[in-house]
C-alpha cells in the first residue's frame, strides 16, 4: 500500500466542564486522610484531561453511531474464564471511518462471533489494512484562570471539590458513604488535535476524516466524558474552537501565513471552507 502525507488539520479549542468532571485515577487506592476516588493530575497536581480518555471515548461513541457494534464487526479485547469480557470495533476494511481515524492494533485478532463459536480460534492479522493512525489527541491542560477566586472559595480541595454519594442498604437502611473528587463545572481545558491527512494508493482523504472527527466532537457532547455521567458528572462542550490545515509543502515554508479554515465560538457554528 502506497501512504503519502498530504499535510494535517490541526484542531484547538477549549474544553469546558458544563458539569462536574471526574477522570479517575484507575488505581482507586485508598490513602489514609486521602480521597478514596481522586481525580488524574499532572506532575504539577493539577487535574487535566488524558488524551487516551478523549480518543478513547470518541472512538467507543463512533463505533455506535457508524453502525460498527455488531457482533461479526467487534474484536475480543479481553477475555475472562472462556468468555469475551470487553469488545471493541476493528476490522480490516480500508475504508472504515472508525479504524482509519482511530487505528488498528498490530497483531491477530478474534471476531466475537468467531469466539463463541469457538474460543481457541486463532483470529486474523489486519496487518494489511493498517495506515497510520490518523488522529492524535494530545493531553488537555488546565486553563488555571477558568476556576475563579469565587468558585476556589466553594471547593474543598485547591483544584476540586469532593462530592459524598450514599448508597443505603434497602433492608438493614445502613449507609455507605463514598467520596469522589470531581473538577468543578465551569472549569476549562487546553485541547489539541491533529487529523493527518494522506493518499492512499492515489485516493486522496480530502476533509472526509477531518468532517468525521468534528461528528465524534458533537457525539461527545451530547454523551459525558469521565465516570458517573448518569448521576450527573462529565457534560463538556468544545469552544473557541480554531482549525487550521499545514499542507505538507507548508512545512517548509514560515508558518505565519496560515489561515484558518474555520473559526467559531461552539460546535454548531463552525463551518469549514474548502482547500
Ligand atoms: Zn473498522
Given at each position: 500500500?502506497?501512504?503519502i502525507?498530504?499535510?494535517?488539520y490541526i484542531?484547538?479549542c477549549?474544553i469546558?466542564a458544563?458539569?462536574?468532571?471526574h477522570?479517575?485515577?484507575?488505581?482507586?487506592?485508598?490513602?489514609?486522610?486521602?480521597i478514596?476516588n481522586?481525580?488524574?493530575?499532572d506532575?504539577?497536581?493539577?487535574p487535566y484531561?488524558?488524551g487516551?480518555?478523549?480518543?478513547?471515548?470518541?472512538?467507543?461513541l463512533m463505533e455506535?453511531?457508524?453502525?460498527?457494534v455488531?457482533d461479526?464487526?467487534?474484536i475480543?479485547?479481553?477475555k475472562?474464564?472462556?468468555k469475551?469480557?470487553?469488545?471493541?470495533h476493528?476490522?480490516e476494511?480500508?475504508?472504515?471511518?472508525?479504524?482509519?481515524?482511530?487505528?488498528r492494533?498490530?497483531?491477530k485478532?478474534?471476531?466475537k462471533e468467531e469466539?463463541i463459536?469457538?474460543?481457541?480460534?486463532e483470529g486474523?492479522?489486519f496487518?494489511d489494512?493498517?495506515i497510520?493512525?490518523?488522529?492524535?489527541?494530545r493531553?488537555?491542560?488546565?486553563?488555571e484562570?477558568s476556576?475563579t477566586?469565587?468558585m476556589?472559595?466553594?471547593?474543598?480541595?485547591?483544584?476540586?471539590?469532593v462530592?459524598f454519594e450514599?448508597?443505603?442498604?434497602?433492608i438493614?437502611?445502613?449507609a455507605?458513604?463514598?467520596q469522589?473528587e470531581r473538577?468543578?463545572?465551569?472549569?476549562?481545558?487546553l485541547a489539541?488535535?491533529?487529523?493527518?491527512?494522506y493518499?492512499?494508493?492515489?485516493?486522496?482523504?480530502?476533509q472526509?476524516?477531518?468532517?468525521?472527527?468534528i461528528k465524534?466532537?458533537?457525539?461527545?457532547?451530547?454523551?459525558?466524558?469521565g465516570?458517573?455521567?448518569?448521576?450527573?458528572?462529565?457534560?463538556?462542550k468544545?469552544v473557541?474552537?480554531?482549525?487550521v490545515?499545514?499542507d505538507s509543502?507548508?512545512?517548509e515554508?514560515d508558518?505565519s501565513d496560515?489561515?484558518?479554515?474555520?473559526?467559531?465560538?461552539s460546535?454548531?457554528q463552525?463551518?469549514?471552507?474548502?482547500?
Open positions: 500500500m502506497d501512504v502525507l498530504k499535510g494535517k484542531i484547538k477549549k469546558k458544563v458539569t462536574g468532571l477522570i479517575g485515577e484507575g488505581n482507586n487506592s485508598i490513602e489514609i486522610g486521602g478514596d481522586s481525580v488524574v493530575k506532575a504539577e497536581g493539577k484531561i488524558p487516551s480518555s478523549l480518543k478513547g471515548k470518541m472512538r467507543a455506535f453511531a457508524e453502525g460498527k455488531k461479526n464487526l467487534l475480543v479485547s479481553v475472562r474464564s472462556g469475551p469480557e470487553i469488545c471493541i476493528m476490522c476494511d480500508i475504508d472504515c471511518p472508525v479504524c482509519g481515524l482511530f487505528g492494533n498490530h497483531g485478532h478474534v471476531t469466539f463459536r469457538n474460543p481457541n480460534a486474523k492479522d496487518s489494512a493498517v497510520p493512525t490518523r488522529l492524535i489527541v493531553d488537555a491542560k488546565l486553563i484562570s476556576i477566586d469565587e476556589k472559595e466553594n471547593l474543598d480541595l485547591e483544584w476540586t471539590e462530592k450514599n448508597n443505603i442498604d434497602r438493614t437502611s445502613k455507605n458513604p463514598r469522589s473538577v468543578p463545572a465551569g472549569a476549562q481545558f489539541e488535535f491533529v487529523v493527518n491527512r493518499e492512499v494508493d492515489g485516493s486522496d482523504d480530502g472526509r476524516y477531518l468532517s468525521k472527527f465524534a466532537m458533537k457525539l461527545l457532547e451530547d454523551d459525558y466524558l465516570g458517573q455521567g448518569s448521576r450527573g458528572n462529565g457534560k463538556v468544545f473557541d474552537i480554531e482549525i490545515y499545514k509543502s507548508d512545512y515554508k508558518s496560515l489561515k484558518p479554515i474555520a473559526k467559531a465560538d460546535l454548531d463552525l463551518k469549514l471552507s474548502t482547500n
